[in-house]
């Protein structure tokens, strides 16, 4: 054989053993932190059962995060918990989204308070596990009235006993979750002192209710576009001056999320952008909201 088509052989050979090794390393060290385990004090949370707080709580859970969005066979339903098969490429997984209503045994009935807590803030589940897909850490910076409000609220719902599967994957999907390939990691730095939100009606409070909203998660970091981690998701538009936002007034903004068209006629899919949950707040929130997404640089 010509020595040069050796030596490329040998090139081609000594790439696709490091491959083979650095995808081969990847999987073993996802096998061996799936499912780590965090030791960690829990921060004292107690709920805020009071007519107030479970106010707080589900106008948070309903109209500013839509937690129904994940953990809820439909939007806006009951948050008895669902389950779906995922398949992307080789990665194979069933994805549980837990249970949050107060049934003790397929529910959150025997958790404590601030297990609860800890679960939405730090990304931690009950037994300590780190928790996959959960957008903890954009709850990280949560209040604690709001996050006592939060499980005062799903302290006050229904118990419903729906037993779901176990959150699972083949080595590939286990692998996408322990190392965060497809979502961020939920695990935050623990939570050793107060958290009390901003003002309302700062723009610190515009951009609280952005995190805690989730709007990042579809929109982007940096809310000048994006698209979820769904397999069916449309692109999420710009948020910012440089996007239609730039030519919106704030009245036409509140329409928009209040009714689901834009000033330019659009009409906006319910299912990926969930104006029906959002378009609830507050006429003081949304226009917060809006004042916070006018005052981000526009490129
Ligand atoms: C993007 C989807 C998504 C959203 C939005 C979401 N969650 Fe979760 N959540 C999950 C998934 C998935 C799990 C299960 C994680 C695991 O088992 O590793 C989970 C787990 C939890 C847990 C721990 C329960 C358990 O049995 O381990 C609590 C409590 C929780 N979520 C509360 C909430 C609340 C309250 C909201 C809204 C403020 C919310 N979640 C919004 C996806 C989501
Ligand atoms: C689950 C993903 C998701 C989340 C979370 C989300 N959005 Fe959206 N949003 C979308 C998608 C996708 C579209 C485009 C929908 C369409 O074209 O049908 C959209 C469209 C919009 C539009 C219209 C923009 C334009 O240029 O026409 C506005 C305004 C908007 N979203 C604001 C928000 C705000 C504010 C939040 C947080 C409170 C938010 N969105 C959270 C996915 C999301």
Redesign the pocket.
């Known amino acids: 054989m010509n020595t040069w088509l050796k030596r490329g052989l040998l090139v081609v050979g000594v790439l696709v053993g490091v491959l083979v090794l650095a995808v081969g390393a990847a999987v073993a060290y996802g096998q061996l932190t799936y499912r780590r385990t965090i030791e960690r004090d829990l921060y004292p949370i107690e709920a805020d059962t009071s007519p107030e707080g479970i106010a707080r709580g589900k106008y948070?859970?309903e109209h500013v995060?839509?937690?129904s969005?994940?953990?809820s066979e439909h939007d806006g339903g009951v948050l008895s918990g669902t389950f779906e098969n995922v398949s992307l490429g080789p990665i194979r997984g069933t994805?549980?989204?837990?249970?949050?209503t107060p049934d003790v045994e397929t529910g959150?009935g025997a958790?404590s308070d601030a297990e609860?807590a800890r679960?939405?803030r730090e990304g931690i589940?009950?037994d300590g596990?780190?928790?996959?897909?959960?957008?903890s850490q954009k709850?990280h910076k949560m209040s604690d009235a709001d996050v006592a409000a939060?499980v005062g609220y799903?302290r006050s719902l229904e118990p419903v006993r729906n037993e779901l599967p176990e959150?699972s994957g083949n080595i590939f999907g286990k692998t996408a979750l322990a190392l965060h390939l497809l979502?961020p990691g939920?695990v935050g730095d623990p939570i050793t002192a107060p958290r009390v939100a901003p003002d309302p009606g700062t723009l610190a409070y515009g951009e609280y209710l952005v995190t805690?909203g989730?709007c990042r998660?579809c929109h982007g970091e940096s809310l000048r576009g994006g698209k979820s981690p769904a397999a069916d998701a449309l692109p999420a538009p710009n948020l910012t001056s440089s996007g239609h936002l730039g030519a919106w007034t704030e009245a036409q903004f509140i329409d928009t999320l209040r009714f689901g068209t834009t000033p330019e006629g659009r009409l906006l899919d319910p299912e990926q952008m969930h104006w029906p949950l959002y378009g609830q707040m507050t006429d003081e929130d949304l226009s917060t909201i809006f004042q916070y997404l006018r005052s981000l640089p526009a490129d």
């Open positions: 948070l859970v995060i839509a937690c969005g994940c953990h994805i549980s989204f837990s249970n949050l959150l958790w609860i679960a939405i589940g009950r596990r780190e928790l996959y897909i959960m957008p709850f939060i799903l959150m979502t939920a805690i989730l998660d």
